[in-house]
């Protein structure tokens, strides 16, 4: 034969043009009736192990908690970076930062919400640009000369003092309904829709919601699943009467009637509950409403997710909390509120941390039917300079004062005087992204999954985290290079339930830890394990379930450290300790079927360079006594449930 084709391949085509001509429907070619085709051509075992999979096969790493020029806040400190340039930044572009330098990410980003601060949005670039309404107003006009005279420093803090104590001109008050505060949220819609690119980048439309009463901070991020079309239809809640309110219970009557007019669907994050003080995760009463179940439930559903780790410190525990948890002192902020003017008490913690909030939720079911802090966890940035940078060796700090320079490692953040509440610039930590698993990069596909839980947070590395549940896993089901399969088909991932336990059975996990490709090595795998006993007392364990090397652990349970590799002086580390990559099966052994439960994992880098080394090797500074120079970089993956009973 002329092209070389086998003989038997070529009557093999000829007979699927030869049975029956009826295979294919009508005088479509391209429509195959699956009926008559099945019964033409008996199916065969299915080769291809990829086949047919219809679950998320890669997260997607992103920030839901940027700043820009447009929050009240990040104009203050020096911020000239747009809602668009942020975009540009998390895609992979250089841009200039507002300090003047050039900055550029490693990688792109993912995904990114812009979340400008709702009150007041889109001031500060009328004030830079001398706009009409601002120029009309005396002291608009005052802060405008201000600035151009070289003083915006000056002007800048008088604006801030004004606005946090109530001083701040009316006139001047971008508020929902006026034509300033339209066109800044008509513009941030405008540049998500600009620069949003299904299945490469997402960039989602948001916002803050910033209740922030006594400087106690609940703030929320507002996270659109919706195109420009329905979010236009609408202007952000802010806590300003009429137009809006500091409790997060009339946020939550905001989104229901944004989904009831709009059809669309929006959630909102809770973040940075450690400087809250006390008032994030409430357990007898909020704004003076005692909680009951449709509290519960609200909250359930209109919060799914929970920030646990940003550049204002973590919020996954505390040691008070947690003392027999070793890793439990990471980049804490435990002085006081947002702006320090209330400090810490140590009866406050209990409820600012995912972990103890998590244990509360058990004890709120049992009390009220519904668990309200039934929520997934993630990481942000909080950066108030339009750059989603939380790379230790590539960190451009909270702030635009923060940004790289010689004097930020000396440098006060805060200082509030009459409480003594200090917190100094090299305490702000690089940290976090969001990882999702989602089935596509699109609004639709990350959101949906953030919605159901299904993501894990990290301080920074972009490891690769899998984590799921069943009540029928076995030590077989963790040997293998694609653990979603019997993951998936077996059990329910990250932010799932297990209900209904089978007589005689404990949970089963499988749980697997990748390293970032261009991060450091993993130390070690635990799952976490929070649990309400028959006597109303609730308790939590650390398990250390996957480890490197041939560690063992001691007469205690405890492992040995992994050691570390650091070199302060060169800021420099190897990956010759640790693995690049940890997968195990683990059973609850002290499993009992009539307590509530709830799991998660964490997953430990070998120590690395802290920010503050970098900074120490570049500019030559010399850290000040105390400063953390090392870091364990960490993920923390959504909790998988267990309810008695179903």
Known sequence: MKHGYPVR????????????????????????????ADKAFPAKPVYSPYAGRNFPTRPFFGDTHLHTAFSMDAGAFGARLSPRDAYRFARGEEVTASSGQPAKLSRPLDFLVVADHSDNMGFFPDLFAGKPEVLSDPTGRKWYDMIKAGNGAEAAMEIIVAFSQGTFPKTLMYLPGSRAYKGAWQ?????????????????????????????????????FRDNGDKASQVEPFTVYPPYGSD??????????????????????????????????????????????????????????????????????????????????????????????????????????????????GLKLEQLLGANPYKFGLIGSSDAHTGLAAMEEENFFGKTTPQEPSPERMTATFMN???????????????????????????????????????????????????????????KADAQTRNPAVVGYAKGVPMGGDLRSAPAGK???????????????????????????????????????????????????????????????????????????????????????????????????????PRWTAYDAKRFGTKPFPGTRMTVIERAYTAPIWYTPGG
Do not use: C
């Open 9 to 36: 391949a070529l009557l093999a085509a000829l007979t699927i043009f030869a049975v029956s001509g009826s295979a294919f429907a009508g005088d479509d070619a391209g429509t195959l009736d699956k009926t008559k």
């Open 187 to 223: 513009e941030t819609i405008a540049a998500a829709e600009h620069y949003n690119d299904p299945g490469r980048f997402t960039a989602f439309i948001g916002y803050e919601w910033t209740s922030n009463t006594g400087g106690n901070n609940l703030h929320r991020n507002i996270v």
């Open 247 to 360: 409790n997060p219970e009339n946020l939550w009557n905001w989104m229901d009637a944004y989904e009831k007019k709009t059809g669309g669907n929006v959630l909102a994050i809770a973040h940075n509950g450690n400087l809250s003080n006390g008032l994030m995760f409430p357990v007898v009463e909020s704004f003076g409403k005692k909680l009951d179940r449709a509290y519960a439930e609200r909250r359930a559903k209109r919060e799914r997710l929970y920030e646990t780790t940003q550049t204002k410190g973590t919020g996954e525990s505390h040691p008070f909390l947690s003392p027999n948890d070793e890793f439990a002192d990471f980049e804490l902020w435990d002085k006081g509120n947002l702006d320090g003017s209330v400090a810490k008490k140590k009866e406050m913690l209990e409820f600012e941390y995912s972990r103890s909030a998590l244990k509360n």
């Open 416 to 474: 509030n005087p009459k409480t003594g509440v200090k917190i100094m610039d090299w305490e702000v930590g690089a940290s976090g992204y969001a990882a999702v698993w989602a089935t596509e990069n699109t609004r639709e596909a990350i959101w949906d999954a953030m919605e159901r839980r299904e993501t894990y947070a990290t301080t920074g590395p972009r490891m690769i985290v899998r984590f799921f549940g069943s009540w029928d896993f076995d």
């Open 506 to 608: 404990s949970p089963t996990f499988i749980v697997a830890g990748l390293r970032d490709p261009i991060g450091a090595n993993l130390d070690r795998i635990q799952i976490v394990k929070g649990w309400l006993d028959a006597k109303g007392e609730l308790h939590e364990k650390v398990y250390d379930v996957a480890w490197s090397g041939d560690r063992k652990p001691d007469k205690d349970g405890k492992l040995p450290s992994v050691g570390s590799t650091v070199d302060l002086a060169n800021a420099t580390w190897t990956n010759t300790i640790g693995a690049p990559e940890l997968i195990t099966f683990w059973q609850d052994a002290g499993f009992n079927a009539a307590e509530w439960a709830f799991y998660y994992a964490r997953v430990l880098e070998i120590p690395t």
